[in-house]
């Protein structure tokens, strides 16, 4: 399909070109120019208060199902994965959307990121370099993920790799052609992966960096992938995750995705989140000493979602004195520089057609970037992704993962904030108690709150009391659409629920019909 795109903002490395159309033909930029680069037969796209940027790319996530598809949802058209298993690559390639993998990183046995993942391949020192990276490059890996972070950055002791076998990695991956992205988390770490020859640090030190610091790095040639959002996954004053009260953002959410939010939103926090002044300090600052820095979100951890994500993160780099132009070259031309994407991340002729419009002019407002009105991957409208079984595979997904790393923190700290089941005497389930910011909730088997934050004791006296009996009462429900109607539970388990509507103008089974917990909100009370 042939299409031009007339009488918009086309920014280009962060600067507006003189030209105001884009033609697009087999996928590529064809012509740009004015209204007369048209041809017979084209479609022709309404740019009128719009501007068109090279399709967004995420530097730094965690492949679940699905999640390229969820990302093209909010104009991101490319991913680059920092560390995933082998079979999660197969089968989101098997989906068609086009992205980037370190397949699995090199760690120490029990390193990060051990608790996140199944049983994986272990680096035990300089010897292991040359057959771990074959392996790699053998499973399609288009560059290296490192980790050397020993935990002290957040008073943690966990097992790294030393700056040996950091030096021999680098260097196999370099023979082979593969740009070497390092985990660190402090300044020290920076450093000494930077003299070891890594080329990308995968996030800014958390800790405030040196003068002489920034110089090293800057000297080294090494790029930063920024991943200031991270602090969104930390509830903001509203008391729930900072994305949730993004009106543009949460428009074009998944209602599933927006579950995982609203549930996350009501998990243990520590009582002091960091704020990430170092890190946007440190990004800053990097900069100025001509280090590229990249865009990068690290979802899918707490709080952020593939896509919606990145553009949180633009808004931190500008929070943290980046320019708006600036911010868009960090999530456009610059990791497609960095990781050798040659066919992307810009605006000119014979370029890839991954591109996406938005209302108003970013250059002005970081946020209009959140105002998508069209996305392009080559040259081609993204699959439909909301309410689809890809969807729901990357929830269940990432829901199988939270539990996994859940139990592995229970068996390492045993004082870890968790959820508990409350039991009766005859081994019934009732409900359980969630540990949240402040105490303890009180919820359902499947998960909706019986009742307000209280103490422990107060929290397992409440589902002791109305944990079954609230099943007999009628509840709100709904499932994709904004309204909420009442409903009887007729069936509870912890994955899903058996209801029926009360409306009787709705066709549904006489017995009700069953729900997964992913595809339906639920309340006591009518919410506002």
Not at 165 to 190: F, I, K, N, P
Not at 232 to 246: A, I, M, T, V, Y
Not at 296 to 309: C, E, I, Q, R, Y
Request: charged share 20%; glycine share 10%.
């Amino acid at each position: 399909m042939a299409f031009t795109i007339l009488h918009t903002q086309l920014v280009d490395r962060g600067a507006t070109l003189t030209a105001d159309c884009l033609r697009v033909a087999d996928g590529r930029i064809a012509a740009i120019g004015g209204p007369e680069i048209a041809q017979p037969g084209d479609a022709l796209v309404d740019g009128a208060g719009s501007t068109v940027l090279p399709g967004l790319i995420d530097a730094h996530v965690h492949l679940v199902p699905g999640c390229t598809q969820l990302a093209a949802t909010f104009g991101v058209t490319t991913l680059i994965d920092q560390f995933s298993l082998p079979e999660v690559i197969e089968a989101e390639r098997a989906l068609g959307p086009d992205f980037r993998t370190s397949s699995i990183g090199a760690t120490a046995p029990g390193g990060h990121p051990t608790i996140a993942y199944p049983p994986f391949p272990y680096v035990t020192g300089p010897d292991d370099a040359k057959q771990f990276v074959a392996d790699r490059v053998a499973e399609g890996a288009d560059h290296l993920k490192l980790i050397y972070d020993d935990g002290s950055g957040a008073m943690l002791n966990i097992p790294t790799l030393d700056s040996a076998t950091v030096r021999a990695l680098t260097d196999e991956a370099h023979a082979h052609g593969l740009t070497v992205v390092a985990h660190v988390s402090t300044a020290a770490g920076a450093i000494t992966v930077a003299a070891c020859g890594g080329d990308v640090l995968a996030h800014a030190p958390s800790d405030l960096m040196s003068a002489s610091d920034v110089a090293a790095i800057a000297d080294a040639g090494v790029a930063v992938i920024a991943t200031l959002d991270i602090v969104d996954g930390f509830n903001g004053p509203s008391g729930r995750l900072p994305l949730l009260d993004e009106a543009e953002l949460m428009a074009r959410m998944p209602a599933r995705w927006r579950r995982v939010l609203d549930r996350q939103s009501r998990r243990w926090m520590p009582p002091q989140p960091p704020d990430g002044g170092p890190a946007r300090a440190n990004t800053l600052a990097l900069l100025r000493a001509g280090v590229p820095v990249l865009a990068g979100t690290d979802a899918p951890n707490p709080g952020l979602v593939f896509g919606a994500s990145l553009h949180r993160e633009l808004g931190h780099l500008v929070a943290a004195g980046l320019t708006p132009a600036e911010a868009l070259v960090a999530a456009t031309s610059a990791p497609a520089e960095v990781f050798g994407l040659a066919d992307r991340g810009r605006l000119m002729v014979g370029a890839r057609a991954d591109l996406v419009q938005v209302d108003g002019d970013p250059l002005a407002d970081i946020a209009a970037t959140q105002r998508v009105r069209r996305t392009w991957i080559a040259g081609q409208a993204p699959a439909h992704y909301a309410g689809s079984e890809t969807e729901q595979a990357g929830v269940l997904f990432l829901g199988e993962t939270t539990q996994r790393i859940v139990a592995a923190l229970k068996e390492q700290w045993p004082g870890f904030p968790a959820p508990v089941d409350v039991v009766r005497d005859d081994g019934e389930v009732l409900g359980r108690i969630v540990p949240v910011t402040g105490g303890w909730l009180p919820t359902t088997v499947f998960g909706a709150a019986l009742g307000p934050v209280s103490d422990r004791d107060g929290a397992v006296e409440t589902v002791e009391r109305e944990g079954l009996a609230s099943l007999g009462e009628t509840w709100w429900a709904r499932t994709d659409g904004p309204d909420w109607q009442e409903a009887v539970l007729v069936e509870a388990q912890p994955d899903r629920v058996r209801l029926r509507w009360k409306d009787p103008l709705l066709e549904q089974p006489p017995s009700g019909r069953w729900y997964d917990v992913i595809d339906l909100d639920v309340s006591r009370t009518r919410p506002a």
